[in-house]
């Protein structure tokens, strides 16, 4: 793993961007692309330049089960506020969370993985170390599926959500087998918070109850820090 270490997440998200850029020059055609607070600054630089993504495909993470694009709390919602609707993309891949039927959906999205294969992944991390809606105990071959989150997950997205009662309890999450599939992956994070996770992820063993460390078995990651995430390294 490479790691990178900034000063906050505003210049986080720039060097995640230049990362971008760079791949996109050797021809990267499909992002794999993050919801959360921590892709937001690299998502403005995006839309603040003047790069044409209008013929880039994006295939996100996850989606909550019940709440399709029109819900504001939805990560289609999401990708189009910080990125799409500013930036169009050629194609861009969201679960649908109100699929009748969550077992096609995930065959689905699988299908569309296997068709775009991803270049570049962008990943934040949990508290607890999961990565997409991946969480701990998770096996590293999954493929796409319907996962209940944890509470550690429900308690650090709540601040989305009028109530905690309201945050869905489930998603549908790309599996760490599709994510260790792209060809690179940049994972961010930002804040005290995320010291705990970024520590065992690159120092400790490689186990699935920390999700994230299955990325020491990729050969090329770039881990982009910032000096609270860092400071248990
Ligand atoms: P966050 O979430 O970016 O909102 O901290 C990251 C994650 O849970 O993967």
Do not use: W
């Not at 169009?88 to 959906?105: Q, R």
């Amino acid at each position: 793993m490479e790691i990178i270490r900034v000063k906050d997440a505003v210049q986080g998200g720039k060097k995640a961007f230049e990362l971008i850029q760079e791949g996109m020059e050797k021809g990267a055609k499909v992002l794999g692309l993050a919801t959360g607070s921590t892709p937001e600054t690299l998502y403005a630089e995006m839309t603040a330049s003047d790069i044409d993504f209008s013929h880039m495909t994006s295939v996100n993470l996850d989606e909550y089960v019940g709440l399709g694009g029109s819900d504001d709390q939805s990560y289609r919602h999401f990708m189009d506020v910080h990125l799409f609707d500013k930036k169009p993309f050629a194609e861009t891949f969201v679960p649908n969370g109100k699929a009748s039927d969550l077992k096609e959906e995930c065959q689905r999205y699988d299908d569309v993985i296997a068709s775009h294969p991803v270049d570049i992944q962008i990943l934040g991390i949990g508290q607890n170390g999961h990565i997409g809606f991946n969480e701990p105990g998770a096996s590293f071959e999954g493929t796409t599926s319907v996962v209940d989150l944890t509470e550690s997950t429900i308690n650090a997205n709540k601040r989305y959500f009028d109530k905690v009662e309201d945050v869905p309890t489930t998603a549908i999450s790309m599996g760490i087998g599709s994510i260790m599939r792209s060809k690179k992956i940049i994972l961010m994070a930002f804040g005290e918070v995320k010291a705990g996770a970024i520590q065992k992820m690159i120092e400790g063993p490689i186990t699935n109850e920390l999700p994230a460390s299955v990325l020491q078995n990729h050969n090329d990651v770039v881990v982009i820090i910032d000096e609270a995430a860092a400071s248990k390294l």
